[in-house]
């Protein structure tokens, strides 16, 4: 079957209108042209922090401190990589480290620790940094964005993740982020990124006061700029977690339960030079992750070790190595392990189980027992 690019103008209709089993089928079809094997990947991967100190009042977070907070901390160089060493011996391949925008971190901070993680655990890939950061570290540091990925470039930096996006759209930036970024910052960042060689995903985080119209302008952005340079590896949408947060509140005119679903199907739909949907039952649920593997998502995400945003919110969903491989399977397709750039590292056999390492890692707070937690 042949698919014609969607326009705008018709996708602001099928995203508004469409019914959800027109979107499942059509999505779900694509995905299988796109990536014709009935395989689900997977990254086994970890999502520590190394600040919580931010300076962006983004009212829809619950994790961030202000550096006068009791439980305020930036961790050094030594004791982000006890987090790399806990990944090690956990068999993780992969991690993802992010932080708050910490006016005291300058450029040296990140090159030093990118160089340090790069040096002592060379198996482990690194996959640093979103866009607000960078954008940050430019500012603080009095450098341009530019140089700032390129001297982390110099230091071993190879991608970075996509956190940061929420909606790209000023209206709603203005509404709930003011201080994160300058208007296009996240765009900037990772169009530079992408020029310079880096691979990057791409997020959304919606249902709180955005329309459908900035979804799909949303989609728009990302979609033209994955035209110039192909730099996203994947799409990634989650949904917004009020419990805890300043915003507490929820749109729903448009909201409703099928909107994950949706936001995969049309995704897929809409996002034809994207190689990957990633679906999450991390942060929407086991049930629902599982469903979106139906309606265009050929990826499960990452197995997060630790990961401390969501959890800011209360909203925590918990598994293992092997709660995902049979969640795989029950949603009927095959599981396979992959990198963080999607090379295939592991394929199983039919009904094989893995063994859970045990970790010992003083001065952490971390269980010795490996009980990963899938984003």
Known sequence: MRYNRISYQEGLDLFKNGTIDELKNRANAFRFQLNPKNEVTFVL????????????DCSFCAFYRKSSAKDAYTKTVDE?????????????????????????????????????????YPDIYPHLFSAPEIWNVARVSNITIEETLKRLWDAGLRSIPGGGAEIISENVRLSISPKKMAPDAWMDVHETAHRLGYRTTATMMYGHVEEPEDILNHLEAIRVLQDKHKGFTAFIPWSYKRDRTALRRRVDHWVGDDAYIRIIAFARLYLDNFPHIQASWFSEGKEIGMEALHAGADDFGGIVFEENVHKATGFVHKANHNDVLSMIREAGFEPVQRSMMYQVLRRYEENEFVSLPTIQVEGTNIPSRLQVIGK
Do not use: M, W
């Open 45 to 56: 991967d970890s999502n520590p922090n190394y600040t919580n100190i931010c300076n962006a």
């Open 80 to 120: 982000v990589l006890k987090h790399f060493e806990i990944a090690r011996q956990a068999g993780l391949t992969t991690v993802l480290l992010q932080g708050g925008l910490n006016d005291e971190l300058k450029i040296e901070y990140y090159e030093e620790l990118v160089r340090a993680i790069r040096k002592n």
